[in-house]
C-alpha cells in the first residue's frame, strides 16, 4: 500500500499548526495494553519430534560440508545452542552433550574445518523466501558491534561501539535483514576490518587470524551495498523500501547506487544542513537551512506527536515524531 501515489496523497500542505499539547509519556504508559504472545509449550508428542525435525533441517545444509563428521559436529553446536546448558561456549555444550571427548573436535570444527559459507547461504535464503517473501517487504540495513576486552579476535579495534555508547575495543559488522507482514529474518551479515587492519602494524594478527591476502577494504556502505546487490539479483525478497541508520544514511554516494526503483528511509546525523520547502515565520530556513538540530529546537516550528513505536521489556518505547518539507 505504500506507494508514491499513496504517500504524496498523505501530504500536509504548508505547514502544520503545532499540536496544542503533547501527549505526556505517564498517560502513555497507563494507557498501554502489551500484546502478549499466547501461551505456549511442548508436550511429550511435541518433544517426541523435535530431534527428528532438526535432523531433517539441518539435512538441508550436509553438502556445506566435505566429510560426514564436520556435518555431525553442526548439528551437535546446533544442538548446544538450543539445548539449557548455563553457558553457551563451546567447551560447555560439549561437555554436557557429548563429554570429554567431544571438546576438542567441536573446536575445531569452529577453528579449522572449512565450510561453503556461499553454498549454505543459498538454501536458507530460499527457506526463509517461501516463509517471508511479500511484497511489501522492507529491507533493513544495520551495523552492530561487540565489545571485546582481548585483542586476537579478527577485525576488533578502538572504534565506536553503539553496544556501549562510546569509543571502545570491540569488532563491527554489517547486517542485512528481510521484514514483511509474514515476518523477519536476518538474511546475511559480513565481519568490518578497520582501515587499521590493513597496516603492516597488523600484519601478524592478520595471519594469525587467517585473515585471507585478496580482502580489500571497504566501508561499511559498500560492505552494504554489496550484500544487498547479491541478494536483490536473486529477486527472492521482493520490496520498495530500504530502511538503514546514519551510518549509510550519511553516504549519499551509497544511496545513489541503489536500484533506482527503491525508496529509502535513512536515518541522518543532527549536524546535517537541510531546507525547507515552507517555514512560515522563519524565513532564513527557506534559503540559507539549518542543521537538523537548529530545526528541532525552533519552537512554532514543527509539532511533535508521540507515538509508541515498540514494546520493549520495560515497557513501551515512545519516540516523538515531527514532517515537514524540506531538501
Not at 545513489?256 to 543532527?270: F, R, S
Not at 524565513?283 to 537538523?292: D, I, Q, R, Y
Request: proline share 8%; hydrophobic share 35%.
Amino acid at each position: 500500500m505504500l506507494t508514491r501515489e499513496f504517500l504524496l496523497a498523505q501530504r500536509r500542505t504548508g505547514n502544520p499548526q503545532p499540536q496544542a499539547r503533547r501527549t505526556p509519556r505517564s498517560e502513555l504508559l497507563q494507557s498501554w495494553a502489551p500484546k502478549l504472545p499466547p501461551p505456549w509449550g511442548l508436550g511429550p508428542e511435541d518433544l517426541a519430534t523435535v530431534g527428528q525435525e532438526l535432523n531433517e533441517f539441518t539435512a538441508r545444509f550436509a553438502d556445506t560440508f566435505c566429510r560426514i563428521e564436520p556435518a555431525e559436529l553442526c548439528q551437535l553446536y546446533l544442538q548446544g545452542l538450543l539445548s539449557d546448558t548455563a553457558r553457551q561456549h563451546v567447551e560447555a555444550m560439549a561437555l554436557g552433550l557429548e563429554g570429554p571427548q567431544a571438546v576438542r573436535n567441536l573446536q575445531r570444527f569452529l577453528t579449522d574445518y572449512e565450510w561453503d559459507e556461499p553454498w549454505m547461504r543459498q538454501p536458507h535464503w530460499q527457506l526463509a523466501a517461501q516463509s517471508l517473501a511479500d511484497a511489501p517487504g522492507v529491507w533493513s540495513l544495520d551495523a552492530s558491534e561487540f565489545p571485546k576486552k582481548g585483542a586476537p579476535s579478527v577485525g576488533v579495534a578502538p572504534q565506536y561501539c553503539g553496544a556501549l555508547g562510546k569509543t571502545a575495543n570491540c569488532q563491527s559488522g554489517v547486517f542485512i535483514c528481510s521484514a514483511s507482514p509474514k515476518g523477519h529474518t536476518l538474511l546475511d551479515a559480513r565481519l568490518y576490518l578497520p582501515q587499521g587492519w590493513f597496516t603492516d602494524d597488523y600484519k601478524d594478527r592478520r595471519e594469525q587470524g587467517r585473515v585471507p591476502q585478496d580482502i580489500p577494504f571497504q566501508t561499511k556502505p559498500q560492505i552494504a551495498l554489496g550484500l544487498f546487490t547479491e541478494l536483490w539479483q536473486t529477486q527472492l525478497f521482493p520490496g520498495q523500501w530500504v530502511a538503514c541508520d546514519t551510518s549509510f544514511g550519511n553516504h549519499e554516494d551509497c544511496l545513489a547506487q541503489w536500484p533506482k526503483e527503491l525508496y529509502y528511509l535513512a536515518a541522518i546525523a543532527c549536524t546535517r544542513k537541510v531546507w525547507l520547502k515552507a517555514a512560515p515565520g522563519h524565513p532564513a530556513l527557506e534559503t540559507e537551512g539549518g542543521t537538523v538540530a537548529q530545526l528541532v529546537a525552533e519552537k512554532d516550528l514543527l509539532q511533535w506527536p508521540s507515538r509508541k513505536i515498540a514494546e520493549g521489556e520495560k515497557g513501551p518505547m515512545v519516540a516523538g515524531f515531527a514532517r515537514g518539507g524540506g531538501s
